[in-house]
């Protein structure tokens, strides 16, 4: 089946500085890819949809200058936590979505634990 | 607003055991609904359901859904102690495809 690679799967960053998650999909070309984040004992809330070549769509209450997100091509999509506070420690989990394919489950990255500190 | 809800939020069961998890849904643009596994780490896909009452099964698995009462089933039989996890409950909407989902159902099978 279809595989979505996230990285890193674990990362703990200092308060302030930004952190970078790659989200990569392995053996098919994703024009679409979401981000989600999720805290303990939750459920997955959508931040923004990733375009290929186009800039992301942001769900409400989501700050698009700090969670800044760039899907440069058909495999790639990262987001970028900016200026990262303890607030923003979660698991944050992407998914892909195959191009030009209908009706598919989405498949989704390992995740990655964001432990500001 | 688009909102997927999932009872109960918490189950705890012995192996052997029958369980049936709900997912009731209200969606704008529905497209179809998807019932994922999650223990550790990211959700693992279990059913697509698009059509009403059309069965899916895989293994003691099984879901179902009903788009006149816009709720969804997952019946999982014979649990074991690898069942316990989180089973979430997602819509796809028609527009952009973005998924929404419930809150999780928390199972635990008992030894």
């Known amino acids: 089946g279809a595989v979505v690679s996230q990285h890193p799967s674990r990362v703990i960053c200092k308060s302030g500085t930004s952190v970078k998650i790659e989200c990569r999909s392995l053996?098919?070309?994703?024009?679409?890819m979401f981000w989600y984040r999720q805290f303990p004992k939750q459920s997955l809330m959508l931040m923004a949809t990733s375009n290929e070549g186009s800039k992301a769509t942001y769900e409400q209450g989501v700050e698009k200058d700090k969670f800044l997100i760039n899907h440069a091509s058909l495999t790639l999509s990262t987001l970028t936590v900016t200026s990262a506070h303890p607030e923003d420690s979660s698991f944050y989990i992407c998914?892909?979505?195959?191009?030009?394919?209908?009706?598919?489950?989405?498949?989704f990255g390992q995740g990655t634990r964001l432990t500001v500190v | 607003e688009d909102k997927v809800v999932q009872s109960p939020l918490s189950l705890v069961v012995h192996e052997g055991d029958t369980v049936t998890l709900n997912c009731s849904y209200e969606?704008?643009?529905?497209?179809?609904l998807l019932w994922y596994k999650q223990e550790k780490k990211a959700p693992t896909f279990l059913f697509m359901l698009?059509?009403?009452?059309i069965e899916k099964k895989s293994g003691r698995l099984s879901s179902i859904l009903d788009k006149k009462e816009l709720f969804s089933i997952l019946n999982i039989t014979a649990t074991q102690t690898g069942d316990s996890a989180v089973y979430l409950c997602a819509v796809r909407d028609n527009q952009g495809g973005k998924l929404i989902f419930g809150q999780g159902t928390e199972l635990s099978v008992k030894p």
């Open positions: 698009t059509s009403s009452g």
């Open positions: 998914s892909a979505r195959e191009q030009g394919v209908r009706l598919t489950e989405a498949f």
């Open positions: 053996d098919f070309q994703a024009t679409t």
């Open positions: 969606v704008t643009n529905f497209r179809s």
